[in-house]
């Protein structure tokens, strides 16, 4: 589906938030690589997704009633054998019609599980001043206790994405610390910049939060996507 008409199709039916699945689709529709996915309305789909995409995998709700899925227990991640998935998915279901029981269930999304290595986190705001705003962090305590994140008006080159990677305090964790090998900072830089085009592109979006961003030696896996929407 084409980026203009998942936004209007939000819109229409009066919601602020994207699904996840839909923020994948406008993230990949600017060239930025998301983890495997299926959006899925059963068991058995979920079966036939896993089987396509291999194990291990987390399941997460999809409502747009939802936006902390792991409130209300809407998410089961290190699922590694069809066993699992079949209770992790009855599990899953329970919670929510415990937990949320007025909520419009769309689907559960299975996304293939990835491994873990160093987290960042990379968002876009739209300030009342500046216009939107990108905001690239470490991930984990470092961005919730140490605040250690970097803000650079858009649009953002890629060139000027690099700039923002090193000048966080925790830049030495991608470079290559204490024996460490340095990590991909440059598609890191690629995805920032990425985004500020997103975000120069679509003035509908008011917010965006990829957290957390794994970084590989090579590559990325974007783990959680959030999308707001101007009021």
Known sequence: MEIHK?????LSEGRKNLLENEAYEVLSSYGVHVSPYKLVHSLREAEDAVKAMGFPVVLKIVSP???HKSDVGGVKIG???LSQLR???GELMKNVEKNAPNAKVVGVLVVKMAPKSVEVVVGMLRDQTFGPTVMFGLGGILVEIMKDVVFRIAPVSKEEALEMIKKVKGYPLLSGFRGS???DVES???LISKVSKIAID???IDQMDL???IVYEKGLAIVDARIILKP
């Open 188 to 190: 890191l830089a690629e």
């Open 87 to 89: 209770e992790s998915y």
């Open 79 to 81: 699922i590694e054998s």
């Open 202 to 204: 679509n003035s509908v």
């Open 65 to 67: 009633d939802i936006v």
């Open 6 to 10: 998942i936004l209007e199709k939000a």
């Open 211 to 213: 957290n957390p961003v």
């Open 181 to 183: 090998k340095p990590l």
